[in-house]
């Protein structure tokens, strides 16, 4: 037998060809890219809708202030577990059926977060929430493999620029409806939202034949193997998990820091946040071209250097709430700068091997978010808004210094 140029070595793992797909510009409409864009992005909020929320999750179960912070990262550890343990499946699995299936399954964990009858019950929900809501991620891998080459970077771009506007208006929309009609109000909201998703993949996603077939642990045992393979994986993987540490130390604290002194801000302007955050979003497609042109590591350290300003800046103006809408432009523009150029460039590096590739990507950033959620909300606790800033600043300079070695192992398209 012979078997395709990228394959990977497993006995009983049996790839289908990148040749054997349907035509990729026949298939790749606007309406399409535009579905992706929004299914990720509904997919991905589900994670984040506990945030600005916090603060009145706190009075309702009355949790003291060292176990409320573990909401937001049981969330995370539950994405961050699905990237790596479902996301694979769209390498095996048809891609439609897939997000059919785990959407439906999403649905259902949000009901049960709406009913949840005490504060357990809701980090038990929210580690199920994030699990599935790992569907987002499942729409990428189709852009990518729809995308022709000359175009991969500005498809890309503009389907993680629906997977970022998501994560960040999920924190203004849980704000604004949790403000008015109370926390439980988003959960059957974001349960509506996704079964309409669900409903439109269904109808209007093509079917897409799987690229792999064989048993799920030797699909597993795979991802071991393009760990040790690809050296821009690893680079990839560390450099975004270190931006991602950012995201998740500000994201996670925001909601306290604006209850406390000298704010005294409810969910609702702690949500409001979220539009400043969804406009760096909007650069996505920017990026996406530059890295077409010139390659994935120059957008990378731009995205660096705005996260290490950003954070250094609301350091300085810390009393300002004008300087935290900036900083949240700033650094969530420097997040998407990293994450495109980090998908690009794992998208790349296997035809056949696109949904492992990026479960790995998104595993260790949402690492990268989980730890920064748990580390922002010590920092909060023990040294205040400095000690966020700080985590800001150690985690965009650590990610600035691995890039002089991503410009070893990457080169310009």
């Not at 891609?95 to 259902?108: A, N, Q």
């Not at 009913?115 to 852009?143: E, H, K, R, W, Y």
């Amino acid at each position: 037998m012979i078997r395709p140029r990228n394959v990977i070595d497993h006995q009983e793992l049996t790839l289908t060809t990148p040749a054997a797909w349907p035509a990729n510009q026949e298939r790749l409409s606007r309406n399409l890219v535009l579905l992706l864009a929004i299914g990720t992005g509904v997919g991905v909020s589900n994670v984040y809708y506990i945030q600005p929320i916090l603060g009145l999750v706190q009075q309702n179960f009355d949790v003291p202030p060292t176990l409320i912070g573990w909401a937001p990262t049981m969330a995370q550890i539950g994405y961050a577990t699905g990237m790596l343990l479902l996301a694979p499946l769209g390498d095996m699995l048809n891609r439609r059926s897939l997000i059919v299936g785990k959407g439906t399954l999403l649905v259902l964990a949000l009901l049960a977060a709406l009913f949840a009858p005490n504060f357990a019950t809701l980090l038990v929900t929210n580690a199920l929430i994030g699990l599935l809501s790992s569907v987002g991620q499942d729409f990428i891998p189709v852009a990518a493999q729809l995308a022709s080459d000359t175009n991969r970077g500005r498809v890309v771009g503009s389907v993680t620029t629906g997977l970022l506007t998501g994560i960040l208006l999920s924190r203004t929309l849980g704000g604004l409806i949790a403000e008015h009609y109370g926390w439980r109000a988003i959960y059957a909201v974001a349960a509506g939202l996704q079964a309409l998703i669900v409903l439109a993949v269904w109808r209007l996603l093509p079917a897409l034949p799987a690229n792999t077939s064989g048993r799920y642990a030797d699909l597993m045992a795979s991802l071991v193997k393009l760990w040790l393979k690809h050296a821009p994986l690893r680079r990839s993987v560390f450099t975004q998990g270190l931006l991602a540490m950012s995201l998740g130390a500000f994201w996670s604290t925001l909601a306290l820091v604006l209850a406390a002194p000298p704010f005294f801000q409810g969910p609702g302007v702690a949500g409001a946040y979220g539009v400043a955050g969804a406009a760096g979003a909007l650069a996505a497609p920017l990026f996406g071209r530059l890295i077409d042109r010139a390659g994935p590591v120059p957008a990378i350290r731009v995205g660096c250097l705005l996260v290490i300003v950003a954070f250094g800046g609301m350091w300085i103006f810390s009393n300002s709430m004008v300087s935290l809408a900036i900083g949240a432009v700033l650094f969530d523009l420097g997040v998407m700068a990293g994450i495109v150029s980090h998908q690009t460039i794992v998208n790349t590096l296997d035809p056949v091997a696109r949904s492992r590739l990026n479960g790995i990507l998104i595993t260790g950033a949402m690492f990268g978010v989980a730890i920064g959620a748990e580390v922002g909300n010590l920092a909060w606790l023990h040294a205040g808004w400095a000690g966020i800033c700080t985590v800001g600043l150690v985690a965009g300079c650590g990610a600035m210094a691995l890039t002089r070695r991503t410009m070893s192992v990457v080169a310009p398209n």
